[in-house]
């Protein structure tokens, strides 16, 4: 009787166990990540665009990420300072370089403040 009730309560614990952490930059493109990294560059794109690219080192498996913002809030970021992104992760299969990019969950471009922070 006790092995039963052991087995039971092994079985219950093992269900209520919390699943282990999924890794960043998974090949599903549904869902929203959160990604801390340090900015390696900054690219503003040529006048009279207003965007710049945010190109940041990614956890592994990512490595090499890319993220499109407002140049107004490229400006408040630097190379060599951290950031923090929260949004869609995909794998840039155009590149060819196992590159990945960020995109925001609203609006047209990454946000300041609201789709990432960078110190």
């Given at each position: ?18 699943a282990?952490?999924?890794a ?22 040529p ?8 190109h ?18 490229a400006?408040?970021?630097r190379?060599?300072?951290?950031i923090?992104?929260?949004g ?7 590149a ?13 471009y ?10």
């Amino acid at each position: 009787m006790r092995l039963l009730i052991s087995m039971f309560l092994l079985v219950v614990a093992a269900g209520a166990a919390p699943a282990p952490p999924r890794a960043a930059c998974a090949d599903d493109y549904f869902t929203v990540e959160t990604i801390r990294g340090t900015i390696i560059e900054i690219k503003p794109a040529p006048e009279p665009f207003k965007t710049a690219d945010i190109h940041f080192s990614g956890p592994p498996p990512c490595g090499d990420m890319w993220m499109q913002v407002l140049k107004t809030d490229a400006l408040r970021c630097r190379a060599g300072g951290t950031i923090e992104a929260t949004g869609v992760v995909t794998l840039d299969a155009e590149a060819g370089d196992n590159s990945w990019d960020m995109g925001p969950t609203k609006n047209d471009y990454m946000t300041l403040d609201e789709d990432f922070r960078c110190g």
